[in-house]
Nanobody, 124 residues
Framework: QVQVVESGGGLVQAGGSLRLSCAAS????????MGWFRQAPGKEREFVAT????????AYADSVKGRFTISRDNAKNTVYLQMNRLKPEDTAVYYC?????????????????WGQGAQVTVSS
């Protein structure tokens, strides 16, 4: 059974930084893409970032490009989301997702396993 567990959320002032971590277990971590999504109150879940199985391909939502960085450590079965220059509009529950395929994808349908979510709150 695949398990996905996020950590590292919290409260930060605008302009600050946070790093989210996500550990996945239950299958060969290095064979699949990983992704981050977020959901703000009253809004639908939206794509944030994705990374391919080996880390060679990444993609970002326009709203976070240049501020967020996704990376992975296959030896530790962990994916990270480094968030810099945070804005109040980044406030949301952030979900880590384990992909169904090796290549990076921005669509929800490309992911089969989801974490419980990590709250990120950015104060102005």
């Amino acid at each position: 059974q695949v398990q996905v567990v996020e950590s590292g959320g919290g409260l930060v002032q605008a302009g600050g930084s946070l790093r989210l971590s996500c550990a996945a277990s239950g299958r060969t971590f290095s064979s699949y893409a990983m992704g981050w999504f977020r959901q703000a109150p009253g809004k639908e879940r939206e794509f944030v970032a994705t990374i391919s199985w080996g880390g060679g391909t990444t993609a970002y939502a326009d709203s976070v490009k240049g501020r967020f960085t996704i990376s992975r450590d296959n030896a530790k079965n962990t994916v990270y989301l480094q968030m810099n220059r945070l804005k109040p509009e980044d406030t949301a529950v952030y979900y880590c997702a384990a992909g169904l395929f090796p290549r990076a994808t921005m669509t929800v349908n490309g992911y089969g396993y989801w974490g419980q979510g990590a709250q990120v709150t950015v104060s102005s």
